[in-house]
């Protein structure tokens, strides 16, 4: 069942909400799988400045947690063709 979850970016102090089921096969963390437009949608409000090397593919910067868990932020969405 899809959650909100939001993820932050200690650098520019941003946060984005995505809508997307929340994985958790592995104990105590959680997952999620977003798809490519939620990660370009989540590097444009996080990081939206060009050149910007404060993040990586998703623009998050800091710990991401979900109901307090270690959220791992799984982006093979952008190498699957
Ligand atoms: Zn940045």
């Known amino acids: 069942m899809p959650k909100l979850v ?19 096969h592995i ?18 409000v996080l990081c939206g400045t060009p050149g910007c090397t404060c993040s990586n593919d998703v623009g998050t910067r800091g710990k991401q947690t979900v109901n307090g868990l270690p959220l791992v932020v799984d982006v093979s969405s952008l190498i699957k063709s």
């Open 27 to 44: 104990y105590g963390q959680c997952t999620i799988y977003p798809s490519k437009s939620q990660i370009a949608r989540a590097k444009r």
């Open 6 to 24: 939001t993820l932050t970016n200690d650098f520019h102090n941003s946060s984005v909400q995505l809508r997307l089921p929340v994985l958790q």
